[in-house]
């Protein structure tokens, strides 16, 4: 049997045209972007052309685009310098961020260096606005929200927009990881209030290893990473020139692609919704799977049996990738902090199934067969 791979939320397969636009600086030009000479420069061309290729399509100024390792070390950047350049002393998050906000702003707290509060959910996994507002309201100190626009596990997306103007009501310094969604949706950020945003290229369809930071230009911070000044001196370290083509590529293409990818993708997450409901007894589904949430993302519960316990285990022995909530605390299971904080039901077993374009209905069928079994 072929496989089958449903994590998409977890990584995608590197599209072959953006390998190939990659290729050359990863054989003959393989210049350092910071020597004078012109194998150098034709590598500083590259990445600043990929630059302003990436501002334009999420409506940014170059100025504004800094190229990272990862969503982690972005979302690291922009809310350590918050709170040591900004002057926040208070963070404001949620109990459903990834572990790369999560783990970054318990570690302030621990240190002491700013205090955390956690904004309440709605029973649907959406932040509470009204409850985000009476913390902006009252607190002392000068607050950054880090809120993600979208959930890794169980797809809510978050109106970004609402967030932003409440934070600049409250002169709050706004951070949204924004890894699952750019690539996926459009973005106008002269027309978003956020100070700053986060994207992995291995998202959608790049390379691993490189990721982008906006940095509103109102915004000054001092870098994360000291060194040779690359990056406009905001990150020091000889370029990932190869990555940062490829990610450049792999946003152009999700971007021409947008409307019938996310429109051929949305079909068959509602196909496999309607599909467990009509063959699986007591199934339920994780987060506002129907309503304001990603078109890749189904998080999907299924009453807990001593079969179900093995669930992913037995799919991935039938070649079914998927994941138990997030991807980046599989293996030993210490279960989802996510579906902890809105679903706490020790019954149920959860299963992440995320899709890209490249997923059929086909497969879909086989993998509702398979659960069936396994169920």
């Known amino acids: 049997m072929n496989r089958i791979y449903f994590d998409n939320a977890a990584t995608t397969s590197i599209d072959p045209q953006v390998l190939e636009v990659m290729m050359p600086y990863l054989t003959e030009k393989f210049g350092n972007p910071s020597s004078i000479y012109s194998y150098g420069r034709e590598c500083r061309m590259a990445i600043e052309t990929a630059r302003k290729s990436v501002a334009k399509i999420l409506n940014a ?3 504004e685009i800094f190229f990272t390792s990862c969503g982690t070390e972005s979302s690291n950047t922009a809310i350590t310098a918050a709170v040591r350049d900004l002057g926040c002393k208070h963070i404001i998050t949620s109990p459903i961020e990834h572990h790369a ?5 318990e570690h302030l707290d621990k240190m ?11 029973p649907n996994g959406h932040v509470d606005i009204d409850d985000l507002e009476k913390l902006l309201a009252a607190s002392e100190e000068k607050v950054l929200v880090t809120l993600m626009h979208a959930n890794n596990e169980i797809g809510n997306i978050l109106d970004i927009h609402a967030i932003g103007k409440l934070c600049k009501l409250y002169n709050a310094i706004f951070h949204s990881d924004t890894v699952q969604t750019v690539g996926h949706f459009p973005f106008d950020l002269r027309n978003t209030p956020v100070h700053f945003i986060t994207g992995a290229s291995h998202k959608f369809h790049g390379p691993k290893g490189v990721g982008i930071l906006y940095i509103n230009e109102n915004v000054k911070i001092k ?25 450049a590529k792999a946003l152009e293409m999700a971007t021409a692609g947008y409307e019938e990818d996310s429109a051929y993708i949305g079909t068959l997450k509602y196909y496999m919704y309607d599909e467990l409901k009509k063959n699986i007894p007591g199934v339920a589904f994780n987060g506002d799977a129907l309503g304001r949430s990603l078109y890749t993302v189904l998080s999907v519960s299924f009453p807990k049996t001593e079969k179900s316990e093995m669930i992913l285990f037995n799919l991935d022995i039938n070649n079914i990738c998927a994941s138990g909530g997030s991807a980046c605390t599989s293996g030993a299971d210490q279960g989802s902090h996510v579906i902890r904080a809105i679903n706490n039901n020790p019954n149920q077993v959860t299963v992440r199934f995320s899709f890209s374009k490249h997923n059929t209905k086909a497969e879909v069928d086989a993998v509702v067969k398979k659960l069936k079994e396994l169920v």
């Open 223 to 247: 870098p994360f990473v000291h060194g040779g000044g690359q990056e406009r001196n905001m990150r020091a370290g000889t370029e990932n020139v190869y990555g940062i083509v490829g990610l």
């Open 112 to 122: 002491d260096i700013a205090k955390l509060s956690y904004v309440k959910l709605l």
């Open 61 to 63: 100024h170059p100025a």
């Open 101 to 105: 906000v999560s783990h970054t702003v």
